[in-house]
């Protein structure tokens, strides 16, 4: 008989060498609900955590996957489940995993992640899962393209990318209300004055006069276009609100990239 999944256990075995560093182990299990603790709590911006948790059991993940967290929530006859992408590096300890969080008001679990949980509380999660993956043997030049909290999996590549000592060219476009809103500001800043491969391009939808974004407006094809223009990208990841996504896939299809190398990852 044919093995059967569940259906948002789509995480996969790619256990060629790099795969596997990132993963931290080359077996795979099949991902079960187990409880986290909540080791730290970090504010990234007034709406936006992340939510540092230790994994009772790990069997590696790859930067870009996600994991699903489920809570009970008033007047709901079960616990309700979302996904939250990770945004650290599976090296150096990959049962240490940094969820990226941010609120959505009115929502049934983002508000309770970001407002209710503190260190020593425990939560219900379960992955690694999907493909939206990125490791050494996919090569580069990488060109990231994130909206709102759609920048969370492509930090884990980033990190991972430092953490593996790596020298791929990365260039990373994240479109964000503000500089405060926008997820792990201070790191890329950082990241991006100490890694000669890493070129990141803030683009600020509201507020037109902040000169630490290149652009002022909403992703749009000039702002994709210059970003494949010098480094003609090898692999592409886009992660956001589904419409950003879908545009930018069909800009890349114009400006000639081969759709077989762009991933997306759509938050609906
Ligand atoms: C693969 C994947 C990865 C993701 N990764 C991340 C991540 O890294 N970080 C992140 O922050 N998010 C991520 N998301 C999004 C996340 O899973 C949730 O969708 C998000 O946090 C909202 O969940 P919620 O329960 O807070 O809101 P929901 O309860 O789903 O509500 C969403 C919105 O709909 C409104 N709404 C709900 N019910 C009704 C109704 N009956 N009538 C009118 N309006 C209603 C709410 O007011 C709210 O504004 C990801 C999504 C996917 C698919």
């Given at each position: 008989m044919?093995?059967?999944?569940?259906?948002?256990?789509?995480?996969?075995?790619?256990?060629?060498?790099?795969s596997r560093?990132?993963?931290?182990?080359?077996?795979?299990?099949?991902?079960?609900?187990q409880?986290?603790?909540?080791?730290?709590?970090i504010?990234?911006?007034?709406?936006a955590?992340?939510?540092?948790?230790?994994?009772?059991?790990s069997d590696?993940?790859?930067?870009?996957q996600?994991y699903?967290?489920r809570l009970l929530?008033?007047?709901?006859?079960?616990?309700?489940?979302r996904?939250?992408?990770?945004g650290?590096?599976?090296?150096?300890?990959?049962?240490?995993?940094?969820?990226?969080v941010?609120?959505v008001?009115?929502?049934?679990?983002?508000?309770r992640?970001?407002?209710?949980?503190?260190?020593g509380?425990?939560?219900?999660v379960?992955?690694?899962?999907?493909?939206f993956t990125?490791?050494?043997?996919?090569g580069g030049?990488?060109?990231?393209?994130?909206?709102g909290?759609?920048?969370?999996?492509?930090?884990?590549?980033?990190?991972?990318?430092?953490?593996?000592n790596?020298?791929?060219?990365?260039?990373?476009?994240?479109s964000?209300?503000n500089?405060?809103?926008?997820?792990?500001?201070?790191?890329?800043?950082?990241?991006?004055?100490?890694?000669?491969?890493?070129?990141?391009?803030h683009?600020?939808t509201?507020?037109?006069?902040?000169?630490?974004?290149?652009?002022?407006?909403?992703i749009?094809?000039?702002?994709?276009?210059?970003?494949v223009?010098?480094q003609?990208?090898k692999?592409t990841?886009?992660?956001?609100?589904?419409?950003?996504?879908?545009?930018?896939?069909?800009?890349?299809?114009?400006?000639?990239?081969?759709?077989?190398?762009v991933?997306?990852?759509?938050?609906?």
């Open positions: 044919e093995p059967t999944f569940d259906s948002d256990d789509l995480s996969v075995d790619t256990s060629s060498g790099s560093k990132a993963r931290g182990d080359s077996r795979r299990k099949a991902a079960r609900w409880n986290a603790e909540v080791l730290d709590i504010q990234e911006a007034p709406d955590i992340t939510l540092r948790l230790r994994l009772e059991e590696g993940f790859l930067p870009g996600y699903n967290v929530v008033p007047d709901r006859p079960g616990p309700v489940q996904a939250y992408s990770v650290s590096s599976p090296l150096p300890d990959s049962s240490i995993i940094d969820l990226g941010r609120e008001p009115g929502g049934l679990v983002s508000p992640l970001v407002g209710d949980l503190t260190a509380d425990r939560v219900e379960r992955g690694p899962v999907g493909r990125w490791t050494t043997d996919d030049p990488v060109l990231l393209v994130g909206a909290s759609g920048v969370v999996p492509l930090m884990s590549m980033i990190r991972y990318a430092v953490a593996a790596l020298d791929i060219p990365m260039r990373l476009v994240c964000s209300s500089f405060d809103y926008a997820f792990y500001h201070r790191d890329l800043a950082y990241l991006a004055e100490r890694f000669s491969w890493l070129n990141v391009a683009t600020f509201r507020d037109p006069l902040d000169q630490r974004a290149s652009h002022h407006r909403r749009d094809q000039i702002m994709i276009a210059e970003a223009g010098g003609f990208p692999r990841y886009v992660c956001g609100p589904p419409a950003m996504v879908e545009d930018v896939q069909k800009w890349l299809t114009e400006l000639g990239v081969d759709p077989a190398t991933l997306v990852e759509k938050y609906d």
